[in-house]
């Protein structure tokens, strides 16, 4: 698939810095909230990813569901009630396996379930993100905490936002909070994530598909089934 | 609130446009207004200034790094300049900016609405922010929007519908004029509940009786000019500080007459 490669390097990354695993629960899954609630400064009890420091956040999809480790959370850095910082850089991956997966539907399908993260809004958890540079800010309220909102409560809900979705056969999140450089790290992955959806957005919408001077030229040399892709809709 | 009349329980989210003719202390009140529904600790408020000259954001002690206006040329400009983005995206960068551009302090949150200087129709994108301020204000108890002096602007770029209109104006026929005009234009471009009339920087109560006062905006009360609050503008000091005698207390009447607060007299 053409994340394989961004998965491959996902891998080390999670390797390398070496999380706290554990399982989502269904019935701890923190409750759904309004999309529309906003989270004040003064009600705010930490916040994730703030624009001053570093955020990443992507999805990441593959069609072998062997891949993925169904319900599993891993928490790089402190959990939410194991710091006592305001604000913490951040990172959110969300790996999935789906099946009926096709090339030429694929944008659509990678821009449909980016949404679900967002449509998943939690209760008194503010969220702002800008999917295109990768970003998530969040602010979670006082209240939350005080109720035990913590990174497993949080992905149980996600996992089961995606489990209700067609096709989505296995989840498991990553949250990264260690400190701005291991975001920054995992930002890199983002990027390149970001850069392949930018050209498969390019191949969908575009009739014009002639390589020379396209800025996605390198990702398309890199990326074996986007270049099959390019070709076959040059066919 | 004030349990004895109750009087602002009708209204689940108060909206107060403040519109006069420059330079009669609008945005002056603007912010005594904001402060004592602040004060109240009843909920939380929403400060906006629509007034492309961003005083009020000095009057409340209260920085601005960006205004809405900023947001919208950027992403003009990114557009101008090739940068593609669905409307998803463009809403979710939006949404993003908007907050980031909100300054707060306390119960109390600030956005400035900034000079609309790009030139060309944006209607799609202007709906959009309105949209998202319809959103945002909807999370406080109180939203107050220094307006503009034509009410119009506030409708076309910030809300189109509010609770409460205060309308400003000194002693002179000019600016009573202009209330008059904007009470007309209202009728006809905004939707609002209730509205009235603070006359400001009064010298004294025989220039109170001998200002013409047009007919059909009931009067909320007055404000003398004071040299207290004269120096707090020279001074750029904001007026959050400023004593509670003798302005914030007119104000405070005045904002009991509209049935914004509860009158304490009581």
């Not at chain 2, 509670?244 to 007119?250: F, I, K, L, Q």
Request: proline share 2%; charged share 30%.
């Amino acid at each position: 698939m053409v994340f394989d490669e961004c998965y491959e390097e996902l891998r080390r990354y999670m390797e390398k810095h070496q999380g706290a695993s554990g399982r989502v629960d269904k019935d701890s899954s923190w409750p759904l909230g309004k999309r529309s609630s906003i989270v004040l400064t003064e009600d705010t009890a930490i916040e994730l990813g703030h624009p001053q420091t570093e955020s990443a956040a992507f999805i990441l999809l593959t069609d072998d569901k062997s891949k993925v480790n169904d319900g599993q959370v891993t928490v790089i850095g402190p959990d939410l009630d194991q710091t006592s910082e305001k604000k913490l850089a951040f990172g959110k991956v969300i790996i999935l396996a789906v099946d009926n997966y096709d090339h030429d539907q694929l944008f659509d399908r990678y821009a449909e379930l980016d949404q679900v993260r967002h449509n998943a809004i939690l209760d008194g958890y503010m969220l702002r993100a800008v999917p295109q540079d990768m970003r998530e800010w969040s602010r979670i309220s006082r209240q939350a905490v005080k109720r035990g909102i913590n990174f497993q409560k949080m992905a149980s809900a996600i996992y089961s936002q995606y489990h209700a979705h067609e096709g989505v056969t296995a989840v498991e999140t990553l949250f990264v909070t260690k400190g701005s450089a291991e975001v920054a790290g995992l930002k890199e992955i983002g990027t390149k994530v970001g850069r392949i959806v930018a050209a498969m957005n390019k191949m969908a919408f575009e009739m014009h598909l002639d390589c020379h001077g396209c800025e996605f030229e390198d990702v398309c040399e890199e990326v074996g089934e986007l270049r099959k892709m390019r070709d076959q809709k040059k066919a | 609130m004030c349990e004895g009349c109750g009087c602002h329980e009708m209204y689940e989210r108060s909206i107060v446009a403040v519109c006069g003719k420059g330079g009669v202390g609008k945005t002056s009140l603007t912010t005594i207004i904001t402060r004592i529904l602040a004060e109240q600790g009843d909920g939380k408020v929403l400060a906006i200034d629509a007034d492309p000259a961003v005083g009020l954001a000095t009057s409340l002690g209260m920085g601005v790094t960006r205004t809405l206006d900023d947001i919208r040329s950027e992403l003009i400009g990114r557009m101008q300049s090739g940068v593609k983005e669905d409307r998803r995206e463009m809403i979710a960068r939006l949404e993003y900016e908007l907050f980031e551009a909100l300054t707060e302090r306390d119960n109390l949150a600030f956005l400035a609405i900034g000079r609309p200087e790009t030139e060309g129709c944006y209607c799609q994108i202007n709906g959009i922010l309105k949209d998202m301020i319809a959103s945002l204000s909807a999370n406080f108890k109180y939203v107050v929007i220094d307006g503009e002096a034509g009410v119009e602007q506030v409708n076309r770029r910030v809300m189109e519908r509010v609770s409460h209109m205060v309308l400003v104006s000194d002693t002179s026929a000019k600016g009573l004029n202009v209330v008059k005009t904007i009470k007309d234009v209202a009728d006809t471009t905004v939707h609002y509940d209730r509205i009235g009339l603070i006359v400001n920087r009064v010298h004294s109560t025989e220039d109170l009786e001998r200002a013409k006062l047009p007919e059909g905006i009931p009067l909320l009360g007055h404000v003398f000019e004071d040299r207290q609050l004269r120096d707090f503008d020279l001074e750029a000091r904001p007026l959050l500080e400023l004593p509670e005698e003798p302005v914030v207390h007119s104000v405070r009447h005045c904002l009991a007459n509209l049935g914004l607060i509860g009158d304490h007299r009581h």
